[in-house]
């Protein structure tokens, strides 16, 4: 039994990794958050980088003013 990744998984981790990258650079940007930072971060793995920019970044979770 091979251990090697087969190019399909490989293409569908890189896409995913990608697309996450581009949308934190592209939300933190527009937030005037550190996006080069987030970009690069979303590179890294998935999903946590999303989850910790979503909760403790933009807040999602916060209490709305009323």
């Known amino acids: 039994m091979s251990n090697e990744l087969s190019p399909t998984v490989i293409i569908i981790v890189a896409t995913i990794l990608l697309l996450q990258s ?7 940007r527009k937030r005037n958050h550190n996006y080069w930072l987030w970009g690069i971060v979303g590179l890294i793995q998935a999903p946590m980088p999303t989850l910790f ?14």
């Open 22 to 28: 581009i949308y934190l650079f592209l939300d933190a």
């Open 53 to 66: 920019y979503l909760v403790f970044i933009r807040k999602i979770f916060r209490k709305r003013a009323e």
